[in-house]
């Protein structure tokens, strides 16, 4: 299974960016997927979930202001982010079971 994670790029507070991330191989449709982020000198945190199924979750920092969405006919996962915020700088991965996409830098100005 590979990941390709783009989209990501340098906005102002209040923007939107929508981040895509391609999956090639393996069984796409019947997993959850999600999308974490990782801020210089934090931790990789859980952003948000989309399951098979379509059900969400959302971290409390991110709800209300990013959407996440899976096309599982083209095998692809989105998180549209609005609202967005300095602290929302990160670089984000995205996540199918044990594999990682390479990251996509967002950096937020304030």
């Known amino acids: 299974v590979q990941l390709q994670a783009s989209g990501g790029g340098l906005v102002q507070a209040g923007d939107s960016l929508r981040l895509s991330c391609a999956v090639s191989?393996?069984?796409?449709?019947?997993?959850?997927v999600g999308w974490f982020r990782q801020a210089p000198g934090n931790q990789r945190e859980w952003v948000a979930t989309i399951g098979g199924g379509g059900a969400t979750t959302y971290a409390d920092s991110v709800r209300g202001r990013f959407t996440i969405s899976r096309d599982n006919i083209r095998r692809t996962l989105f998180l549209q982010m609005d609202s967005l915020k300095p602290e929302d700088t990160a670089v984000y991965y995205c996540?199918?079971?044990?594999?990682w996409g390479q990251g996509t830098l967002v950096t937020v100005s304030s």
């Open positions: 996540n199918i079971l044990e594999f």
């Open positions: 191989g393996g069984t796409f449709s019947s997993y959850s």
